[in-house]
């Protein structure tokens, strides 16, 4: 046997798709973007038919770049997406509104109202704006007529499951995100639901991931070139991040440096509290302990955008990195709370808001950019030693991805803050390698169809970086001094957080630039 996968990861700004040999060598990649919307401040949204027609052109972009002998070696579809996210369908396929993305903001009172530790135990998730529950909530209040009439509300990824099979059928390890569910059980819970205002009908039917979503539709398979091959449940993005570098025991982390800063071990008993969330592991009855920050690469590519170059429309600027790589670890006492998109682990506070503190006439533009990388490392160092604290396993190897891997400075900073080597993983799109790789062990070419020895098997990494440990006990310092900012501000933030509804912006209502 010699077979080969397709594999798809529907993310916030494209989907990608991506064609993987057994020693997960990527022999085609297709990519088609999504355009972001944001009708008012705070709102993210997407036209749900781009989840399809992006998938379909992505992988037919890929598959074109196969010769006929390769294509008849495909042996199975798996699937990765953006979590969180999630829209109301006809029966047919049919969007009744935009899909509501995981970035979105726009449910921070409702997170205030329904959030509760009863909630955490039972999804899996501490109460947050990003989880689709609280925004399904909203819609309940705002707009109840787009539930009311909807055949379904699901993921992104039971909708591509849909156009791919003609099935409403989805992951249990990709319906986990949208905090409907009981985490123990992988089951709807009626309770969430009636919070959510959705009934069980509308749900995606739900399997475990390596199970079979259903098989490619006859149309689609001939318009490809290649056979009605099954397609497999797999995993949100995170977790299958973490199965794409073969963090699969609980002393490697994985860290994703995306538009999100995300990390997280692997846990084979369930357990809860408030610095991670858990969710459904790309391994099957298993979990993920997981922390993000919303305000990863997001946030530095906002700073750039709104005052670096403006030919460089926020993408990386050479110039930027050298003023901030000149400047000394804490530029001289600056120190930023990342939370532009409200908190997360380990605080969970949907009305927080980003702060920078420290300013004197000698800091510039170096100094603020590299700031806020730093407080983005240092929020996510913290929370490692924590996370490894609260499981009573130490780290012993961090393995990075993300677009955010690509800043030699960000990454150094990083490794810095967390004080262990960080290894690169080869593959730029992992989170669809840990999907090719879930539905690689599906085939049973490695003798069986555990995920984790598949991962073993097509994991491939790239250089390390070494922590500078005199930068490592800088940087515990400036850590201790933001860890107390938070509980300075807080008052601060709640009372701007009323100001805010009651004087809104309605100029920038779709945000400034």
Not at 329 to 343: I, R
Request: aromatic content about 6%.
């Amino acid at each position: 046997m010699n077979p080969l996968v397709i594999a798809i990861d529907s993310s916030t700004t494209a989907t990608k798709a991506i064609v993987v040999d057994t020693e997960g060598k990527v022999l085609a990649l297709g990519r088609q973007d999504i355009d972001l919307l944001s009708p008012q401040q705070g709102f993210g949204e997407h036209d749900p038919r781009q989840w399809w027609t992006s998938t379909h052109d992505a992988v037919a972009q890929a598959l074109a770049q196969l010769t006929p002998s390769e294509k008849e070696r495909i042996a199975a579809f798996g699937i990765t997406h953006q979590r969180e996210s999630f829209a109301p369908f006809a029966a047919d396929g049919t969007p009744l509104r935009n899909g509501i993305l995981w970035l979105d903001i726009r449910a921070a009172d409702q997170v205030q109202r329904y959030g509760t530790p009863e909630i955490h135990a039972l999804s899996g998730r501490p109460a947050d704006v990003t989880p689709g529950l609280y925004k399904m909530a909203w819609l309940k209040e705002n707009e109840p007529e787009s539930l009311a009439k909807a055949d379904k509300v699901t993921t992104v990824s039971a909708y591509i499951a849909f156009c791919l099979t003609g099935k409403w059928v989805d992951s249990a390890a990709c319906a986990d995100s949208l905090s409907l569910s009981n985490i123990k059980t992988l089951e709807y819970d009626d309770g969430l639901l009636e919070i959510a205002g959705v009934r069980r009908e509308q749900m995606a039917d739900l399997v475990k991931p390596g199970q079979v979503l259903g098989t490619l539709e006859k149309s689609i398979a001939e318009e490809w070139g290649i056979g009605e091959i099954p397609i497999v449940a797999g995993c949100g993005d995170g977790q299958a991040a973490g199965v794409g570098a073969a963090a699969v025991t609980p002393d490697v982390a994985y860290l994703n440096m995306g538009t999100a800063v995300v990390a997280g071990v692997p846990s084979a008993e369930y357990r809860y509290e408030k610095l991670f969330r858990t969710e459904a592991a790309g391994v099957p009855d298993t979990y993920v302990l997981e922390l993000v920050q919303n305000s990863g690469a997001y946030l530095s590519g906002w700073f750039r955008r709104a005052f670096g170059k403006p030919e460089l429309a926020g993408a990386p600027d050479p110039e930027l990195e050298a003023l901030a790589a000149a400047r000394t670890p804490g530029s001289g006492g600056l120190v930023t709370m990342p939370y532009w998109g409200a908190v997360q682990s380990p605080h969970w506070d949907p009305i927080a808001r980003g702060a920078i503190v420290g300013w004197r006439g000698t800091h510039g533009k170096g100094s603020m950019y590299r700031s806020i990388l730093e407080g983005i490392s240092l929020e996510m160092a913290r929370s490692l030693r924590k996370l490894a604290e609260s499981t009573g396993v130490e780290l012993t190897t961090v393995r990075a991805m993300g677009g955010g891997l690509r800043s030699p400075l960000w990454r150094q900073i990083m490794t810095d803050a967390i004080g262990l080597p960080i290894t690169g993983c080869e593959e730029e799109e992992i989170s669809a390698l840990g999907a090719a790789v879930i539905a690689m062990a599906s085939t049973g070419v490695f003798g069986g169809d555990d995920v984790a020895t598949a991962a073993r098997k097509m994991a491939r990494f790239t250089d390390v970086t070494e922590p500078n440990m005199a930068n490592h006990e800088i940087y515990n310092e400036l850590s201790a001094i933001q860890d107390r900012l938070y509980e300075n501000l807080r008052e601060t933030n709640a009372r701007l957080h009323e100001f805010s509804r009651k004087h809104p912006d309605a100029e920038l209502t779709g945000g400034e630039g």
